[in-house]
């Protein structure tokens, strides 16, 4: 990142050994290369992420994974209230979603998605390498037809070490540790 108009990042102790975060990174602009620049077209890159947490307290270790291990074993959960990335025209935004992490460090959940210019993107993916091209044009393809005007909602799943966009495999879920 070479500048943006702001960065802001909250965190709050809740009750019940709750956690609230917030970060938002506001009209960033850096040199992005591969995927992210394709996807951006030279434009500024905003992302928000607003998330309660449960089990606060237990996310402690020697190091992250063994911070992440604990507090999913105590069954952490993340409850997503915004999670938006805006990278030029294309849109990523949910505003609904629960996450864990699974024993094998894997990602676990859903997300309802509404996705802007989700073809677009999904298709410099495949171009980059960040998902199987051919699951990249099966994912355009099922976006485009749920398509309500230039957005389409959908479900993005993490389950069984995998990540679904509807009913198309992604690929892997992804590791947090």
């Keep these: 990142m070479t500048a943006a108009a702001g960065l ?10 709750q956690g609230a975060i917030f970060i938002e990174l506001d009209q960033a602009s850096a040199r992005l290369s591969g995927l992210m620049g394709r996807i951006a077209g030279g434009r500024p890159v905003n992302f928000t992420a607003d998330a ?3 089990h606060a307290g237990e996310f402690s270790g020697p190091d992250w994974p063994g911070a992440a291990r604990a507090w999913s074993a105590a069954g952490g959960e ?8 805006a990278a030029g025209e294309a849109v990523f935004d ?5 996450l864990s992490v699974g024993a094998d460090g894997r990602l676990r ?8 210019q989700g073809p677009r993107a999904l298709t410099s993916m495949g ?9 990249a044009r099966e994912a355009a393809s099922v976006v485009g037809v ?9 479900s993005l799943d993490f389950q069984a070490g995998r990540t679904t966009l ?3 495999a992604l690929g892997s879920a992804p590791r947090i540790y």
Aim: aromatic share 2%; glycine share 14%.
């Design 52 to 54: 309660l947490y449960s």
């Design 127 to 135: 171009e980059s390498g960040g998902i199987a091209p051919e699951a």
């Design 109 to 116: 959940g859903s997300l309802s998605v509404s996705l802007r």
């Design 166 to 168: 509807g009913p198309v």
């Design 78 to 85: 993340i409850t997503v209230r915004r999670l938006r990335l």
């Design 146 to 154: 749920n398509a309500a005007g230039p957005i389409a909602t959908m």
């Design 94 to 98: 949910s505003r609904a979603g629960s």
């Design 8 to 17: 802001h990042l909250h965190s709050r102790a809740g009750p019940g050994d």
